[in-house]
């Protein structure tokens, strides 16, 4: 695990300068936002310093920016810091990485060549060489050089990486992963094999193990940005916008000026929105087609039937635009049509007159307007707990479930015998714990 604590005095001072120690102190600046924010700040002291210092200062001054530069992605003005200082063989050494990430495979390569024996781990370096022929395309000058370097560190992670790499990139599919799986023994959490794998999931199709090897590469400090990129990718694909705007974000704490994870992340809130928008357009399509339904699907007494086709009510949408006083009203039509009705309304998540003055359809269920869930909405008034007063009063008005009892006003309750405000506020409390509440005579949109 790389410490996040960035310490600039350990990495460049004089005992402490080593290839090892450098890349190490890069992982530590790009494992949070303020470290990359403490190394800008110090890429400007160090030009300062430089302008002031005497030539022997200058010339370490000089050292340490070149490095902070290629650190900070700033690759060819790296260079021109440290071409002067080409006769320091660790100076040649970040002179070929910057030659390397320009893609300047020729320059890299006589740059590393310069700088063997700049440190004790010369693997490092002769690995790096390996990687350039490779990066370069010249896969069997790769190879050569892999070889050579395996009977004396065949134990090391990055050889098999890039043994693997390049039997990859040849095509030879079986044999790369029989080093990519000799790189996890060495190195359980190697970053560039878990991505190397995952990306070969990815593009044979084999979505969720490509997933697993994503998930598992994040998992280690600093980002590592291609996977969390091609994870991002696939959380999207997948509708998961959430997870896949939280892996751009992830990157852009780490590396505030990444274009693409800005480009992307902007694609992923615009996508959600969409995705929301869908969802939206689905449940009013739900409501529209629930509201249309025809009175004469449900089993209806005939008294009721008759009195419905006489007031002109033939669909659900019909029903939420009467109050239950306007069915009242109507001869022949009494408390039992209202109650036989009234089920049926609430079986559906309506309630009589809901739709009164509303020109449009949208959030007009009693699940938007009480902010209850369905669940709750169809627990039955037995499962409450209610005093055996106040259960005998709802019971008698026919009402059996939570939902039939949200849909009902206070005023309405109070209308009806053996309701008592004792009742009603026992009724509040217990709705008010699911969730539900009385409905309050107007839309709340």
């Keep these: 695990m790389v410490s996040s604590e960035l310490d600039f005095k350990e990495a460049f001072s004089q005992d402490g300068l080593s290839i090892e120690n450098i890349n190490t102190f890069k992982k530590q600046v790009y494992t949070t936002k303020e470290n990359h924010e403490k190394l800008e700040e110090e890429l400007k002291e160090l030009r300062s310093s430089i302008k002031n210092a005497d030539d022997a200062e200058a010339k370490e001054n000089k050292l340490i920016l070149g490095i902070c530069l290629w650190i900070a992605g700033e690759q060819k003005e790296a260079i021109e810091i440290l071409t002067e200082l080409k006769s320091r063989k660790i100076a040649c050494y970040f002179l070929g990485k910057c030659h390397q990430e320009l893609k300047d495979y020729e320059k890299a390569i006589d740059y590393f060549e310069r700088s063997k024996q700049a440190d004790t781990k010369e693997f490092e370096i002769l690995i790096d060489i390996a990687e350039t022929q490779r990066m370069s395309g010249d896969f069997q000058g790769a190879l050569k050089s892999i070889e050579k370097l395996s009977k004396a560190y065949d134990g090391e992670a990055n050889l098999h990486y890039q043994w693997a790499h390049c039997l990859d990139d040849l095509g030879e599919y079986e044999d790369a992963l029989t080093h990519y799986n000799r790189v996890l023994e060495i190195s359980p959490s190697h970053p560039d094999t878990l991505f190397r794998l995952a990306y070969d999931f990815d593009l044979s199709g084999e979505d969720e193990k490509a997933l697993e090897y994503y998930e598992k590469c994040i998992e280690e400090v600093p980002v590592y940005t291609n996977a969390m990129i091609n994870l991002g990718i696939i959380y999207e694909d997948n509708g998961e916008y959430e997870k896949a705007i939280s892996c751009y974000e992830a990157i852009l704490q780490s590396y505030p000026n990444h274009e693409i994870a800005k480009l992307y992340l902007k694609d992923a809130r615009a996508g959600i929105n969409m995705h929301y928008d869908d969802d939206k357009v689905k449940k009013e399509d739900i409501e529209i087609e629930v509201l249309n339904i025809p009175i004469s699907d449900f089993e209806l007494s005939v008294r009721s039937k008759n009195c419905l086709e006489r007031m002109n009510i033939k669909t659900l949408a019909d029903l939420t635009q009467v109050s239950e006083l306007e069915l009242l009203s109507y001869k022949n039509f009494g408390e039992t049509s209202l109650t036989e009705i009234t089920k049926i309304l609430n079986k559906k998540g309506l309630r ?28 039955p008034v037995s499962e409450m707990e209610l005093s055996e007063h106040c259960r005998k009063a709802v019971e008698k008005i026919g009402i059996e479930t939570t939902g039939e009892l949200a849909s009902k006003t206070e005023a309405e309750l109070w209308e009806q015998n053996g309701f008592t405000q004792a009742d009603i506020d026992e009724i509040k409390d217990q709705l008010d714990k699911l969730g539900l509440e009385l409905y309050s005579g107007n839309n709340k949109g």
Excluded: C, P, Y
């Design 352 to 379: 009589l007159g809901q739709a009164v003055d509303e020109t449009k359809h949208t959030d007009i269920f009693i699940d938007a307007d009480t902010g209850g869930d369905n669940d709750n909405m169809s627990k």
